[in-house]
């Protein structure tokens, strides 16, 4: 350590910073005098103490009875109407702003909490309210406004009327404060709802009118903005008379304040206008709007763009073509506003943006991708690709994060919109994949599986066709996005996205699954150090090995999860094992997982960390509910010695209570049996479903295999045929009858395969129709399958089939008008599958017979 004289001075001015900084604290404690004044008597009770602290104690007590006075309400409410209500009113004549503050939530609280009737609180609690309405504090007047906004919905009308409504005429003079003929305004827009038209045209709208011409450019503003409320209130007819000259008139006052109230008041009640008042009212003022919009009045352009789509698709009725084409123009001009340098008033003088113009440009072009699916109903779905393509390619690739973070979260109702033509913004959901804002991308995903449904389906009107089209560069780019989140500090958004992911079985073929992403979850749940993230990518990891079709992939993957995971050098490899098999319990059947994971989660009873056999405690209950007896006797068996072993040797303490509560649960439980029992029925219907899908998926790898193999044999029996026909052209007659014979094995061979046809067919689209990504998680798809019968065709499996998928060749039918779920056993699909089996072979042996039979004419014609 260097004790030189630079280094001891250093050392002593760091000295003297901490002295500074301790100095406040100091001053901050409290000294025995202020403490013996802060002490109050502990056998008082609390109303007594309430009173005590409102007369005698300091400000910091006072706040803390008037904060504490719901809870004294709900305890004692006659007491403290009678005591502490009074004397609440006399300190907040003079208390400060913290406590106006603090009484002001308490008694809103105390009217949300229903403590007393309505009479009772308007008696008690009105008056209090009506008198610190005016504090000359803005903050505190608008504090208490809230709470009078609040219990006006309560009160009765006479009461409304007498004590709110008559003084409101004096309180709205121009005579009166600014702040009193602000809280007027506010008033009188809430109280429009309360009364009849006749008693709001004699009583409330003078009032209404006089502030609507005050001199004041805020009463103006605030009395427009409640002409909205006021308009509901009288009607149709008096608001064509009387509420729309007034707005009228404010659109042109002098105040860009009241203009912009004025605006966007016009275009809340444009529905209350009819057809007349729109064309030869509204819409000029619109137009005038837009045109000062960007040569005088730029304060209303962020505004304008915001409410642009719902005037646009407002006024759509009485458009004429020039006028939709200027508005569509107007709006695409605002959609890259600020993108290029814009000429000034000036236009020999190019102005410079400022900071501010730049925000408000950027406020703008955000407001256009917010209007963009409104938009798009403006100019019809149909005409996207020609009218606003490029105004959406333009968005898509702003250059300011929040412009293209809208255009993400409402990327979904565009794709709803566009419906058969979908693909035409494929390339844009790539972009907007790959984008250099995490945030982007997290919008992205809250309705990217539905996204990606509409991409791969087309919508209602298109096939398949646009499903080869987007696949290239679509797995690009979810790989991308998924390494974006796995590289950044944004776990949630990496968690989000691994959760989302799950939909991919319906997306891309399990063959593309396999290869891209289902090793890239087995890293993640290696490599990754969070554990909500690791857990995410194991439950997408499980839904990928639910809908692989090749029995080998599947049997790879589950060696890796036991050799890797189950088996680790790593205690929290193996931890992760037991989340997984969790999991798999939940998505696959239960002879699925005890003919895979039961014996490897055994294995970790001996496991030499304490953790590791404490979380496998706590999942020993639903390792033993996926038990059959008799079937599963055997593993019964294995389960009951380790439980046995675990507790004769488990020296850990922690471990072993666990083991001794986990114990008494599993004496507790019954073991589902083979045949149905009514308390597990709905369990054993869902299991039963799993485990037909799962027959189906090795059903239908066994067909493809076959039909390769037939493919195969088919295209040598023609080569043999083409051979013989050239070589034995000469000889006619005997050629014919080969050729013939050939022929006809040849069709024989065919008609073979055509009762495999449905099958292959189905097979195909098994893996990418698994998963419906409009639910969130496979319990969801899982509940809606188990509540619905599904049938299917496909010979060989049996006619009652269960397949929760969405494809065309598994559609949904009801069984029964009643809605019961027909189910068939399970020894009809194995007794059908033998039966196909034992049919194919047939025809198999049919074919080789005669094969056989032309290979003796062949012989024959040689030895003559």
């Not at 000295?15 to 004044?37: A, F, G």
């Not at 109280?191 to 004699?202: P, T």
């Not at 002409?227 to 006052?253: F, M, S, W, Y």
Request: neutral net charge; glycine residues 4%.
């Amino acid at each position: 350590m260097d004790f030189s004289q630079n280094n001891l001075f250093g050392y002593i001015e760091d000295l003297q910073e901490l002295t500074i900084i301790e100095r406040p604290v100091r001053r901050s404690l409290k000294t025995p005098e202020e403490i013996e004044r802060l002490t109050v008597d502990e056998e008082l009770n609390d109303i007594e103490r309430a009173v005590y602290l409102l007369s005698s104690g300091q400000d910091i007590q006072g706040t803390s009875v008037v904060a504490n006075l719901p809870v004294l309400m709900r305890q004692n409410p006659a007491e403290t109407l009678r005591r502490v209500l009074p004397k609440i009113r006399e300190v907040l004549h003079v208390a400060g702003v913290e406590m106006q503050l603090t009484a002001a939530v308490s008694f809103l609280t105390i009217l949300q909490e229903e403590s007393v009737s309505i009479h009772t609180y308007s008696h008690s609690f009105l008056h209090i309210i009506l008198q610190n309405l005016e504090h000359r504090d803005a903050g505190v007047s608008n504090a208490w406004l809230e709470t009078l906004l609040a219990v006006i919905e309560v009160l009765p009308k006479e009461t409304i009327r007498h004590e709110i409504l008559n003084p409101l005429v004096s309180k709205a003079q121009l005579s009166q404060t600014l702040q009193s003929r602000l809280v007027s305004c506010k008033i009188l827009g809430k109280l429009a709802n309360k009364f009849e038209a006749h008693i709001i045209k004699r009583e409330i709208l003078p009032l209404v009118k006089s502030l609507c011409q005050d001199v004041e450019y805020e009463v103006r503003s605030c009395m427009c903005r409640q002409l909205e409320h006021i308009a509901q209130g009288i009607g149709t007819e008096l608001t064509k008379n009387v509420v729309l000259p007034e707005l009228v008139e404010l659109a042109r006052d002098e105040g860009s304040s009241v203009r912009l109230a004025a605006f966007e008041t016009l275009v809340n009640l444009l529905e209350m206008f009819d057809a007349d008042d729109r064309s030869q009212t509204v819409l000029p003022l619109v137009k005038s709007f837009c045109e000062k919009s960007f040569k005088v009045d730029e304060s209303i352009l962020v505004s304008l763009s915001f409410h642009l789509g719902k005037l646009c698709n407002g006024l759509y009725g009485i458009f004429t073509p020039e006028q939709h084409l200027r508005f569509l123009e107007f709006y695409k001009k605002l959609c890259t506003l600020g993108l290029q340098q814009e000429n000034g008033h000036n236009d020999n003088q190019i102005q410079l943006q400022t900071l501010e113009q730049e925000k408000k440009y950027i406020s703008v072009r955000k407001n256009c991708a917010y209007n963009f699916p409104a938009m798009i109903v403006f100019v019809d779905p149909k005409n996207f690709h020609l009218e606003l393509y490029s105004t959406f390619f333009c968005l898509c690739h702003d250059p300011e994060v929040p412009v293209r973070y809208t255009m993400a979260i409402g990327l979904y109702e565009v794709a709803k919109l566009l419906d058969s033509d979908v693909y035409v913004i494929h390339k844009e959901l790539v972009t907007l994949l790959q984008d250099d804002s995490l945030e982007v991308l997290d919008a992205l995903l809250s309705h990217l599986p539905e996204i990606l449904e509409f991409m791969t389906t087309g919508g209602e009107n298109s096939g398949s066709e646009s499903k080869f089209l987007t696949i290239p560069d679509l797995i690009p780019a979810l790989t991308t996005a998924e390494q974006r989140a796995a590289t950044s500090l944004k776990w949630r958004t990496h968690e989000k996205l691994l959760q989302k992911y799950a939909c991919l079985p319906h997306i891309i073929s399990s063959d593309q699954i396999y290869y891209r992403f289902l090793h890239r979850m087995l890293t993640i749940i290696m490599t990754n150090n969070v554990l909500p993230v690791q857990k995410a990518a194991a439950r997408t990891l499980c839904v990928y090995l639910r809908y692989n079709r090749k029995q080998e992939q599947r049997h790879e993957v589950i060696q890796k999860l036991i050799e890797q995971l189950g088996q680790g050098k790593s205690y929290w490899n193996r931890l992760r094992f037991l989340d997984t098999c969790e999991f798999i319990m939940e998505l696959f059947s239960k002879s699925f997982f005890c003919k895979y994971f039961f014996l490897p989660v055994l294995e970790l009873t001996h496991d030499p960390v304490a953790n590791v056999r404490m979380k496998l405690c706590y999942l020993l209950p639903k390792v033993k509910s996926t038990l059959k007896v008799p079937t599963d006797k055997h593993l019964l068996q294995q389960l009951e010695l380790c439980i046995r072993k675990l507790l004769c040797q488990e020296k850990d303490k922690d471990v072993l209570t666990i083991v001794k509560r986990t114990v008494l649960e599993l004496d507790r439980m019954e073991i589902s049996v083979d045949a149905f029992q009514k308390r597990f029925y709905e369990n054993d219907l869902l299991d039963q479903e799993k485990e037909r899908e799962e027959q189906l998926l090795l059903e239908m790898e066994q067909l493809e295999k076959e039909k390769q193999q037939n493919e195969g044999r088919s295209t040598s029996i023609s080569d043999k045929i083409f051979e013989k026909k050239r070589r034995d052209s000469k000889t006619s007659t005997l050629s014919k009858s080969i050729s013939l014979s050939v022929s006809g094995s040849s069709s024989s061979a065919s008609t073979s395969k055509e009762g495999k046809k449905s099958k292959l067919v189905r097979s195909q689209s098994f893996s990418t129709q698994a998963l419906h990504p409009k639910y969130g998680n496979i319990d969801k798809c899982s509940n809606k399958s188990s509540a619905t019968g599904y049938t299917s065709s496909i010979p060989g499996v049996g006619k009652a089939s269960m397949l929760p998928f969405s494809d065309d060749s598994f559609r949904t039918r009801s069984s029964n008008t009643s809605g019961n779920v027909v189910f068939s056993s399970s020894a009809t699909v194995a007794t059908a599958s033998r039966s196909t089996t034992n049919s194919i072979d047939q025809k198999n042996n049919g074919t080789k017979d005669s094969q056989s039979r032309k290979m003796s004419l062949k012989n024959r014609k040689s030895n003559s």
